[in-house]
Structure formats: C-alpha cells, structure tokens
C-alpha cells in the first residue's frame, strides 16, 4: 500500500525541472508543502527552497527515514502518483495544484498558499 504523490520544484535558472517523490506521505504533502513555505526562509534561493521542502517531507516519516532505502526519491521525471501533483515555481513564486501532464487545477502566491484550507485526512482525493 501507498500514498504516492511528488512535488514539481521549477528553478529560476533551469528549464528542467525536479521532482520530489514520497511513497506513504502523499495525502500530507500540501501540508508538508505549506510548512516549508510558510516558514518564509530562502524564497529567493532556489537550491536552499528545494532542500527545506525536501526536508520538510523527510520530516514526515521519523527518525528512521535517513538510513532507509525507502520512501522518497529525488528524480528528474514524475514518480509513482496519486494525487495532483504539486508544482512550486521559484521563479513566479507560486504554488500550483496540476495534472500528471502538467494542466494547472489551482494556483496561489507563497504568501496565499501558506495561508490556505488543507485537504482533511479523510478525504479519498484533494477538493480544489
């Protein structure tokens, strides 16, 4: 079983962007997205915004994450997905919400994104 969802980082200097995969945290990741952002450190930094989010995501799984093989990944294309994927643009300072073939469903500011709604834990897929 999993929960399998992945954050799209686009850098201001890169037209590729990367993507951040979690296996069993995928229903947390706007949550775990808006707490690296609303933390308001290194918005300007795109290496340093791409690390606190992975960390943030890290976070979620406890102690035993770093000497795992399991559970996250850090990969140049999409991973395994069940929800909409989360793409943070470091140039446009956004957040949005998009399909696996990149269809944008909700998009906000930083500033916005750390103060909206989250999914409840109960619901099966994201209400956007």
């Not at 989360?86 to 916005?112: L, M, R």
Request: overall charge negative; aromatic content about 12%; some cysteine.
């Amino acid at each position: 079983m999993g929960d399998r969802a992945n954050v799209k980082i686009t850098f201001s200097s890169s037209p590729h962007p990367i993507y951040f995969y979690t296996h069993s945290h995928g229903s947390d990741l706007p949550e775990i997205v808006g707490a690296a952002i609303q933390r308001r450190k290194r918005w300007d930094n795109d290496a340093y915004l791409a690390r606190i989010i992975f960390s943030e995501m890290l976070k979620a799984d406890g102690d035993g994450v770093l000497n795992s093989e399991y559970g996250f990944g850090i990969s140049s294309r999409i991973g395994d997905n069940e929800h909409p994927v989360i793409h943070v643009n470091t140039k446009n300072k956004t957040v949005c919400y998009e399909s696996e073939d990149g269809a944008p469903i909700s998009q906000w500011s930083f500033a916005d994104y750390t103060g909206q709604p989250f999914p409840d834990e109960e619901d099966e897929e994201w209400e956007l």
